[in-house]
């Protein structure tokens, strides 16, 4: 493993990356960055992408993509990318699943942002099952090849199963991890347990607070609960995506993160 690398501070403070969902807004996709990246109030953009069978979807298309790689290069904005299902390999074991099918559309249509990393789910309901990891490696394949470098895939933890379920997955290719700390205290699981471990390999972070819900605002975390994580993060380049899908959800978030850093560095 290699040693902790030294990273400079950038103007938030902080040697990783602040990022934001494509949500802050109550708007479209390319209004909330064009805001965002005009107000300076991001490193970087998580862009979540859907795309409903015969209904609605919100892709770009090539002028927005365009417009989006634009304001990128004017302010130093960097994208991650959430693919919408689950990837799941095709009855056939081919690539017919609509997971696949949809991560691909999504990735050749943002391959022109230069995405820092591409954010997936998987299933883990069918772990220890027969075939279960063979057929996981068999669909990253296809989306390794669509992406063209491993690394840039980030497959994130999920609430719903012991951490560990990804280990298999994540030995077998070397693709990284997107480590949820939001995920990890909604499943009363202490993230300190495998931030260091998991770190090296952690293309992204996603951080958000728990109220009736998770993806709330970070200011609904007990300094207690959030200056150790924060500790850890300050030998972490990568982007820390704050990961709240309302306005005031996103300012609150990015001051509490911004306030623990501080309190780190003066406590
Ligand atoms: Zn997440």
Known sequence: MPDPVEHRL??????????????VYPDDILPNVERLAQQGDVDDVELILFEVDDGPNNLPDAHTVQLLADLAAQHSLTYTVHLPLDLQ???????????LIKAERVIKTTLPLS??????????AGVGEAGWIKNA????DFVIAWVGAPELLAVENLEAWDPAYLD???????????TDIGHFWKSGIDP????????PRTRVIHIHGLAERDHRSLALVPPERLDPVTARLMSYGGVVTLEV?????????????LDSVARGRHG
């Not at 950038?10 to 949500?23: A, M, Q």
């Open 192 to 199: 300190l347990a495998v931030l260091d471990s998991w770190l």
């Open 89 to 99: 390999l095709g009855a056939d074991g081919g690539a017919q699943h609509a997971s």
């Open 168 to 178: 298999p997955v994540l030995a077998a290719l070397p693709i990284s991890r997107t």
């Open 10 to 23: 950038n103007r938030f403070g902080t040697p990783f990356r602040v990022g934001s969902t494509s949500y």
């Open 115 to 124: 995405p820092h990393a591409y954010v997936f789910h998987l299933d883990g």
């Open 137 to 140: 490696l068999k669909a990253l």
């Open 245 to 257: 899908f309302e306005t005031g959800d996103f300012f609150t978030s990015r001051a509490a993160l």
